[in-house]
């Protein structure tokens, strides 16, 4: 069973035991290649996931009908460097997103991301590399990490999501700063990325809880006029 250790030593606390019963085993690998992936968070940013689905789609073909790929087949570096940025245009990236995925292209082709040491690296020498790129910052590299990379031990501490969790698990009175989140982290830091995932859990689960209390309020409210 994948991440089980993580799951053994997770389930000593009582507030992720709840959560692992309720949510069952962790979803941690996108199953991409880095170069797919990295191209996936860039068309990502900023738009809705069933926006951004459908414009990665039209990249995707864009390569498909010039090569005569494979529906499956995602391009290599050296075909996006080769596509005209009009092209990637009519194809609903925006200019800005374009030019990053032509930076992240060029990275890969002239080294400057070396993406077949990712395996040897460590976390901070592959944030380090995909930061180079325009338009990826540290939380894409954290998701890379988590969900590429498949690294257990990474914590987002910037991710809004996972401060949240962290308030609802803890029952903190306010958002906590990065230092506090290592510090309670500290008894299973090592497999960081697999409660991270949990959190997510957590943070969602009160957000829903949030929503289906307002409503309550405003039924109550309906019915008394």
Same mark, same amino acid.
């Not at 692992?20 to 199953?31: D, M, V």
């Not at 864009?62 to 009519?90: H, I």
């Not at 800005?96 to 993406?115: M, N, P, R, W």
């Given at each position: 069973?994948?991440?089980?250790?993580?799951?053994?030593?997770?389930?000593?606390?009582?507030?992720?035991?709840?959560?692992?019963?309720?949510?069952?085993?962790?979803?941690?690998?996108?199953?991409?290649?880095?170069?797919?992936?990295?191209?996936?968070?860039?068309?990502?940013?900023?738009?809705?996931?069933?926006?951004a689905a459908t414009i990665l789609a039209r990249f995707e073909v864009?390569?498909?009908?010039?090569?005569?790929?494979?529906?499956?087949?995602?391009?290599?570096?050296?075909?996006?460097?080769?596509?005209?940025?009009?092209?990637?245009?009519?194809?609903?990236?925006?200019?800005?997103?374009?030019?990053?995925?032509?930076?992240?292209?060029?990275?890969?082709?002239?080294?400057?991301?070396?993406?077949?040491?990712?395996?040897?690296?460590?976390?901070?020498?592959?944030?380090?590399?995909?930061?180079?790129?325009?338009?990826?910052?540290?939380?894409?590299?954290?998701?890379?990490?988590?969900?590429?990379?498949?690294? %257990?031990?990474?914590?987002?501490? =910037?991710?809004?999501? /996972?401060? *949240?969790?962290? $308030?609802?698990?803890?029952?903190? #009175? &306010?958002?906590?700063?990065?230092?506090?989140?290592?510090?309670l982290a500290t008894p299973w830091r090592e497999h960081a990325s697999?409660?991270?995932?949990? %959190?997510?859990?957590?943070?969602? =689960?009160?957000?829903? /809880?949030? *929503?289906?209390? $307002?409503?309550?309020?405003?039924? #109550? &409210?309906?019915?008394?006029?």
């Amino acid at each position: 069973m994948a991440h089980e250790a993580s799951l053994k030593l997770l389930k000593k606390d009582k507030r992720f035991a709840a959560l692992i019963k309720e949510h069952g085993a962790p979803q941690l690998s996108r199953e991409m290649k880095p170069f797919q992936s990295l191209v996936r968070s860039i068309v990502y940013q900023q738009v809705s996931g069933k926006a951004a689905a459908t414009i990665l789609a039209r990249f995707e073909v864009l390569f498909q009908n010039r090569a005569g790929k494979g529906k499956n087949k995602f391009p290599a570096p050296e075909e996006v460097l080769a596509m005209p940025l009009q092209k990637m245009r009519e194809a609903g990236l925006s200019s800005q997103k374009s030019s990053y995925i032509k930076d992240l292209a060029e990275k890969f082709v002239d080294g400057t991301v070396q993406h077949k040491k990712f395996a040897k690296m460590t976390n901070e020498e592959v944030i380090e590399h995909v930061t180079a790129v325009k338009g990826i910052g540290v939380w894409t590299a954290h998701m890379f990490l988590i969900f590429t990379l498949e690294r %257990l031990d990474v914590l987002p501490t =910037g991710d809004l999501g /996972i401060q *949240k969790g962290f $308030q609802v698990l803890f029952n903190l #009175k &306010k958002l906590p700063t990065p230092a506090q989140m290592e510090k309670l982290a500290t008894p299973w830091r090592e497999h960081a990325s697999v409660a991270s995932w949990y %959190l997510w859990r957590a943070a969602d =689960g009160a957000k829903l /809880i949030k *929503k289906e209390t $307002q409503k309550k309020k405003l039924s #109550k &409210k309906a019915k008394i006029r």
